[in-house]
């Protein structure tokens, strides 16, 4: 949705029928990622994905304009500061035993900051020199990624038609949504 109408949010956005066509194909490759032969289903995970990405853009909206004033180091910090502070209270809240430490628990709860920190940092970098349509429309790769992993790490059979399919169509709105990028580079 955001790259569609990004222009309407930002001056330095352009309108452009390319930018449609790629999140158009692009979420095709998600629908088929979802394909089952009797209907198109959507888990409750998925619905919660989604939910996430809308989540997703307004932060990146709100991102944008505060990482061309601010450092994206400085817009880390608070957005980690103020998430982390929210989990708390909700994993409070629903009971969690969260006083008992251990190393497996130290180490894994510094790895994950740590690699929190790198990424959000790296993430808000390329943002302030990039415009967000051209950053969202990548974004679709996500659901390449999630496939990726779970063959790695969970042992799933990501070796189906549809999985290949998906893959095309996110490459290729990749590609149209960046296409007067691409030309550029030629």
């Not at 001056?11 to 394909?35: D, H, P």
């Not at 032969?37 to 409750?44: A, L, N, V």
């Not at 390329?126 to 790695?152: D, H, Q, T, Y």
């Amino acid at each position: 949705v955001y790259v569609c109408f990004s222009f309407l949010f930002f001056k330095n956005e352009k309108f452009s029928i390319m930018k449609i066509v790629g999140a158009l194909i692009g979420f095709c490759g998600l629908i088929v990622i979802n394909y089952n032969p009797d209907r198109i289903s959507f888990s409750k995970g998925d619905i919660l994905i989604i939910c996430a990405s809308i989540c997703t853009v307004i932060a990146n909206v709100i991102s944008k304009k505060s990482v061309d004033r601010n450092s994206p180091f400085w817009i880390t910090g608070i957005s980690q500061l103020f998430g982390g502070a929210i989990l708390l209270i909700i994993a409070f809240v629903l009971g969690a035993d969260i006083l008992e430490f251990n190393i497996k628990a130290i180490c894994v709860f510094t790895y994950i900051c740590t690699a929190s920190i790198i990424s959000y940092t790296l993430w808000y970098y390329i943002l302030r020199n990039n415009s967000l349509s051209k950053m969202f429309i990548i974004k679709f790769a996500e659901p390449l990624f999630a496939c990726v992993f779970g063959a790695v790490i969970l042992g799933e059979n990501i070796l189906k038609i549809q999985n290949l399919l998906a893959f095309v169509l996110i490459s290729t709105g990749i590609i149209f949504g960046n296409r007067s990028e691409v030309k550029r580079c030629l």
